[in-house]
């Protein structure tokens, strides 16, 4: 990935914003309120009753335009965790164009992006993100004439579902950035995937199970893929799972857990795939990084997968 950046991050979020006691006195939690709240959690973000993982989606992306950073773009790679917002059918479905949903397509339309391609990416579950980087960073090193890639993330989920994975609060959200030749707050150095389909149809314990042996795995190779240790990387942006996780990682890894940095936690829960960017927004708005700093980001989700992607703080 020599010569790709990344940045122009942007993210929305559910419109309704709810304590964690207010959904479980809903009926929308497995765990006591109390659980979440030890690890970690005390709100999360729903989408009105009329808002749809779209909305998210392009509300995101129009950040960046009102930004004035979307320009020219070659191609849309959406990455999401859930099939189509299918219709609620009364009867069985005869057309299957029913089912179909083309949201990076109706990005392109709306955004004016005619010369775009746009490529689907739905098996990768709460990593999506991550690979979307790295299925940009291919794309780009595939196409000497291109120059930059849309990266979006959304979901949101159906009405009267539970509002919690694997023992995380879930928000509704969506993120995105564009990866690119032009310089921007961060080079993209490597993305590494991990996936084990063998437990495709893991439960929330096996989940937990696997969790620390396959992230303490993933970013030791991310690391040796940029010739470094993990003890070297400066920063650790993660997503928002429960809190002690990642005290055990950095113990194990020799990693200072004070650089480990997922602030959104309380106040926003897991975004499925898009609390990274979240997390990765707050740090860059922080302060805290300076040029040359590598910055590992963390993503384990259900398949199962785990992606870590690493950037480096380019020079201003």
Same mark, same amino acid.
């Given at each position: 990935?020599?010569?790709?950046?990344?940045?122009?991050?942007?993210y929305a979020l559910g419109a309704h914003k709810r304590h964690v006691r207010e959904s479980a006195g809903a009926g929308l939690l497995r765990s006591a309120p109390e659980d979440l709240e030890?690890?970690?959690?005390?709100?999360?973000?729903?989408?009105?009753?009329?808002?749809?993982?779209?909305?998210?989606?392009?509300?995101?992306?129009?950040?960046?335009?009102?930004?004035?950073?979307?320009?020219?773009?070659?191609?849309?790679?959406?990455?999401t965790c859930l099939p189509a917002e299918w219709p609620h059918a009364n009867g069985p479905i005869r057309d299957v164009k029913d089912l179909m949903d083309f949201p990076a397509g109706r990005?392109?339309?709306?955004?004016?992006?005619?010369?775009?391609?746009?490529?689907?990416?739905?098996?990768?579950?709460?990593?999506?993100?991550?690979?979307?980087?790295?299925?940009?960073?291919?794309?780009?090193?595939?196409?000497?004439?291109?120059?930059?890639?849309?990266?979006?993330?959304?979901?949101?989920?159906?009405?009267?579902?539970?509002?919690?994975?694997?023992?995380?609060?879930?928000?509704?959200?969506?993120?995105?950035?564009? $990866? &690119?030749?032009?310089? +921007?707050?961060?080079?993209? %150095?490597?993305?590494?995937?991990?996936?084990?389909? @063998?437990? *495709?149809?893991?439960?929330?314990?096996?989940? $937990? &199970?696997?969790?620390? +042996?396959?992230?303490?795995? %993933?970013?030791?190779?991310?690391?040796?893929?940029? @010739?470094? *240790?993990?003890?070297?990387?400066?920063?650790? $942006?993660?997503?928002?799972?429960?809190?002690?996780?990642?005290?055990?990682?950095?113990?194990?890894?020799?990693?200072?857990?004070?650089?480990?940095?997922?602030?959104?936690?309380?106040?926003?829960?897991?975004?499925?795939?898009?609390?990274?960017?979240?997390?990765?927004?707050?740090?860059?708005?922080?302060?805290?990084?300076?040029?040359?700093?590598?910055?590992?980001?963390?993503?384990?989700?259900?398949?199962?997968?785990?992606?870590?992607?690493?950037?480096?703080?380019?020079?201003?």
């Open positions: 990935m020599d010569g790709l950046y990344a940045g122009s991050f942007a030890s690890a970690g959690f005390r709100w999360h973000h729903l989408c009105g009753p009329d808002e749809t993982a779209y909305d998210l989606a392009r509300a995101a992306v129009a950040e960046i335009a009102e930004r004035g950073e979307l320009g020219h773009i070659d191609a849309i790679v959406y990455a990005l392109q339309a709306e955004f004016g992006l005619s010369r775009a391609i746009v490529v689907g990416l739905h098996q990768q579950a709460c990593t999506g993100m991550l690979g979307a980087l790295r299925l940009a960073g291919a794309l780009l090193s595939t196409e000497p004439q291109w120059r930059r890639v849309l990266c979006v993330t959304a979901d949101r989920f159906p009405a009267g579902a539970f509002y919690e994975q694997a023992y995380n609060l879930i928000s509704d959200g969506a993120a995105a950035c564009v $990866v &690119g030749r032009d310089r +921007a707050p961060c080079r993209l %150095l490597t993305v590494h995937q991990i996936s084990n389909g @063998g437990l *495709a149809r893991a439960g929330d314990d096996e989940t $937990v &199970g696997t969790y620390f +042996a396959y992230t303490h795995r %993933l970013v030791r190779e991310a690391a040796a893929r940029v @010739g470094t *240790a993990p003890s070297a990387l400066d920063w650790v $942006v993660t997503q928002n799972t429960h809190e002690k996780a990642w005290q055990i990682l950095a113990r194990l890894l020799e990693i200072d857990h004070d650089r480990v940095w997922s602030p959104s936690l309380p106040d926003a829960g897991h975004v499925i795939s898009a609390d990274v960017i979240v997390n990765l927004s707050a740090l860059l708005a922080s302060g805290k990084l300076q040029s040359g700093q590598r910055v590992a980001l963390v993503m384990a989700g259900f398949g199962l997968n785990w992606q870590a992607a690493v950037l480096e703080v380019a020079q201003p």
